[in-house]
Structures are given as structure tokens and as C-alpha cells.
């Protein structure tokens, strides 16, 4: 069974850091691009940042650039997402996702494997 399970989330102060880590089971993530998505509440999900599976290619959300980080480690068949600098609008459940192709996208449409998600919530 291709499961992804998330863990790292939690309350945060603005302008502090999370981790999040996504941990594949039932699959190698190898062949796999990755990616984070968030959805906050009444909006839409949206890309937060993706990697393509050589780990080469990179991409972030606008919103996001400078402050996250997204990685992958295959050997533990895991990724990740450093989150820096975190603001109040950062605010929403995140979810890992896998896709069966080499290149980064910011689409949810192309991620077939998903992650349970994970509540990221900045406040004072």
C-alpha cells in the first residue's frame, strides 16, 4: 500500500521555524517528484513548493521563496520542508504529495499519492 505520512506540524510563533517531514511507506520515492501543498481554511489548495526527482530542480510558491526550503533524502525515503520566517498567513493544513515523473510541478492535479496533512499554525 503507497502510503505518505506527514509529521512536524504544530503552533508557532511568527518569525519562527517548522519542520515538516514526509515519510513514504509501500514505494520508493526515487523515481518520484515531491511536492507541498497547503490549504487554508475557506481557500483553495495551493502549491506551496516541488522537487523533481533527482533532487536538481526546485520551485517555490512567491509567497514562500526565501523562507522555505523544501529537500529529500531517498536513502531514507523521506522529504522534507524547512519553513523559516513564519508569518500568520502561512497558517493551513500541509500536505506532501508524490508524483510518478521526473519534473518539478506545482499542479495537485499531476500528484497522484498523498499524505494525510499536517495543521501549521502561526499565531502570537
Known amino acids: 500500500q503507497l502510503q505518505l505520512v506527514e509529521s512536524g506540524g504544530g503552533l508557532v510563533q511568527p518569525g519562527g521555524s517548522l519542520r515538516l517531514s514526509c515519510a513514504a511507506s509501500g514505494f520508493s520515492l526515487d523515481y518520484y517528484a515531491i511536492g507541498w501543498f497547503r490549504q487554508a481554511p475557506g481557500k483553495e489548495r495551493e502549491g506551496v513548493s516541488c522537487?523533481?526527482?533527482?533532487?536538481?530542480?526546485?520551485n517555490y510558491a512567491d509567497s514562500v521563496k526565501g523562507r522555505f526550503t523544501i529537500s529529500r533524502d531517498n536513502a531514507k525515503n523521506t522529504m522534507y520542508l524547512q519553513m523559516n520566517s513564519l508569518k500568520p498567513e502561512d497558517t493551513a493544513v500541509y500536505y506532501c504529495a508524490a508524483g510518478p515523473f521526473r519534473l518539478c510541478v506545482l499542479r495537485d492535479l499531476m500528484y497522484n499519492t498523498w499524505g494525510q496533512g499536517t495543521q501549521v499554525t502561526v499565531s502570537s
Open positions: 522537487i523533481s526527482s533527482s533532487g536538481g530542480i526546485t
